[in-house]
């Protein structure tokens, strides 16, 4: 009786699987920068997408408001004498971004609105017991220029030059030696170039920003930053004659 051949290659040996495992890893490794880069232009895509609709609640903000713009900030006496927490224009611009009507700044949430960019990093910046530290989402206003408090509201009217005057864009994300509040305002070139970290860099080398005619646009640091017409804030100005 004839006993049947059993074959003894049943199994990878020790160097198959190793010589498997270092292809797998070359390949992860050729494939994970692809990946995060695809990732990373889906949020920048996202991030566009909310500013426009941003920039369309600003204005029908003002259509509806006598020509005026929302604000940077709200006071808050009740936090010392000027406190401001900087997410006034959200609250502002709310009915218009189907979020509802926020009538009180401390109630308002950024989490998974228009109004938070899926790429900031302030998810842990803002301390909690910062009154309405769940309202910032990542993106800040034109305080300097376009309205820091209600007390120094703007018309749209006076803009000049709305193709080259920001509205609302990217924020700072957290840096070592930033404050919180950093994180919620639009700072121009004159103010931010005083201080290293202030280096609006969120989507590698710039940022989005919402226009006062309507357009979004993605934008350079180096550009913002060095402005144009012999005015480093220029992008920031509503009108060309008005002082840095």
Known sequence: MTTPRVNARHAFTLIELL??????????????????????????????????????????????????????????????AGWVAPSRWFQEISPYISTGSETNYRQMVAKDKVVACPSALIAKAIPTNVPGWQGYGGYGHNYAYLGYTPDDRKKISIVTKPVETCMNGDGLDPKRDLMWWHLGYLYPPTIALSQPSMKYLRHGKGGNYAWVDGHVSFTTWTMMSAGANGKRNWFYLPRPQDPE
């Open 19 to 80: 010589v498997v495992i270092a292809i797998i890893a070359i390949l992860a490794g050729m494939l994970l920068p692809a990946l995060a880069k695809a990732k990373e232009r889906a949020k920048n895509i996202r991030c566009v997408s909310n500013e426009k609709q941003i920039v369309l609640g600003y204005l029908l903000y003002a259509d509806d408001r006598s020509d005026y713009l929302p604000v940077a900030g709200s006071p808050d006496l009740s936090q010392g």
